[in-house]
Every structure is written in structure tokens, then in C-alpha cells.
């Protein structure tokens, strides 16, 4: 008889800095991932010295800011992230957290920029407020929580999900990955009564927990029933 040894619970820091990083995005991630993953929370307030030698992945969650507001809230603790990034760390950004690996931020992708889907060729949505849009992921057809997500251009890079217009919604560059809608969302998101229908109930959870495990760690999920 084999035993089946126990497998060690990876550790996600999430940082939280509301609005920009907002509290709803933070609880939705919580939510979706707690279960298989340690989590901890950061903020703008100076880490420890070994705060993320504990860490394998940093999620970056959804909310509100501009390039001033990233700098001053970062400012404290930008040199142990990108020590924490060069020692093979991974990086998740979700909406305001994707557009943070541009290059005017941490300046982490390769050869790609971030840039506002709404202002694409084609986008089928043209301003910035919360809505739902139609998404292919990994083949199949969704519809996704979405507020001024972003979009990827150039470089090379895998895409996991694609808007209506053809453009990249969900990626992977390396140690990146990088999401344009809210997977994290929460019913309470789809308070509008043309958006109640969309409620995803938990399903685009388990996509997000899918995209970090098959996609970021590579480790596919193997459960015992």
C-alpha cells in the first residue's frame, strides 16, 4: 500500500491599498483562493526584512490609482518586492494590478505593454464602468466581470483567455500572469439587473485557482475523493 504524503500549501501575498487595491478585489481573491493557498496581506507600511522569503506568489488585485498614487504607496517596500521577484518569484496583477507590470511601474514584462482594452480597435466596450463582457477562455465562451481592464500588446507571451475583438484578456510571460477581468467578483458586483443573469456562482473562482495552478506554479491539481 503507498502512502500519500501530504502536500505543502503554497503562500500568496496579497496586497491591499483601498481604493487602488481595493478591499472588494482582496476579499473576492481571498474567497477564491484560501482554501488551497496560505494568504497574507500587505499594505504601503514597511515589511519585514523576511516577509516574503515565506512568499511564492504576489497577487496585485484589482481597483483605482494612477502612476503618482503607485509611487508613493510602493515606495516603502518596492525594493524588497523586486528582490523577492528576482530570487524566481511569481507576480499576478488583476485589472490595476496587471496595468502595475507596464513599464511605466514595476516595469516587469518583456517586450509588452499594458494598455486599456476600451480604447482597442473593435473593444466592445468604449468607456470605463462595470459591466460584464463576452470572453473565450482557453476555447470556451464566458462572460466576465470587466471595469477598464487592460489588454497586452506585443512581445511574446502565452494568452489563457481572449476578449470578443480578438484581443489577449488573460496571459502568461514567465513568472507573470496577468488578468484584464474580475475573476475574484463577488455577487454583490452584479447588483445591476441587466448583469444579475451573469453571476458566474463561484465558477470564475475556480478558473482564477486554475490560472495560478496550471498556469504560474505549472502544478496541475490532482484532489482525493
Same mark, same amino acid.
Given at each position: ?84 521577484? +528576482? ?8 485589472? *490595476?494590478?496587471?496595468? !502595475? ?6 516595469? $516587469? =514584462? ?74 475574484? +467578483? ?8 441587466? *448583469?444579475?443573469?451573469? !453571476? ?6 475556480? $478558473? =482564477? ?17
Amino acid at each position: 500500500m503507498h502512502s500519500v504524503l501530504p502536500v505543502t500549501k503554497k503562500t500568496i501575498a496579497i496586497f491591499l491599498h483601498h481604493p487602488t487595491c481595493s478591499i472588494d478585489s482582496v476579499n473576492g481573491i481571498i474567497r477564491a483562493l484560501s482554501t488551497d493557498y496560505h494568504i497574507k496581506i500587505w499594505t504601503n507600511y514597511k515589511v519585514s526584512e523576511d516577509y516574503f522569503e515565506s512568499v511564492d506568489l504576489v497577487v496585485f488585485p484589482g481597483g483605482d490609482g494612477d502612476a503618482g498614487v503607485f509611487k508613493k504607496i510602493m515606495k516603502l517596500n518596492s525594493d524588497d518586492f523586486k528582490r523577492f521577484m +528576482s530570487r524566481g518569484g511569481k507576480f499576478l496583477g488583476i485589472c *490595476m494590478g496587471a496595468y !502595475w507590470a507596464d513599464h511605466y511601474y514595476f516595469d $516587469l =514584462l518583456k517586450g509588452t505593454r499594458v494598455v486599456q482594452y476600451i480604447k482597442r480597435p473593435r473593444a466592445d466596450v468604449k468607456s470605463s464602468y462595470g459591466t460584464t463582457v463576452p470572453v473565450y477562455w482557453r476555447g470556451q465562451q464566458k462572460r466576465m466581470y470587466f471595469y477598464d481592464g487592460p489588454t497586452f500588446v506585443g512581445g511574446d507571451f502565452e494568452v489563457v483567455a481572449s476578449y470578443a475583438n480578438g484581443d489577449p484578456m488573460a496571459i502568461i510571460q514567465g513568472p507573470l500572469g496577468l488578468i484584464g477581468c474580475h475573476l475574484e +467578483s463577488e455577487s454583490n458586483w452584479y447588483t445591476r439587473k441587466y *448583469m444579475q443573469p451573469h !453571476w458566474h456562482g463561484g465558477e470564475h473562482h475556480a $478558473l =482564477l485557482n486554475t490560472f495560478i495552478t496550471d498556469f504560474l506554479f505549472k502544478e496541475r491539481q490532482l484532489r482525493l475523493f
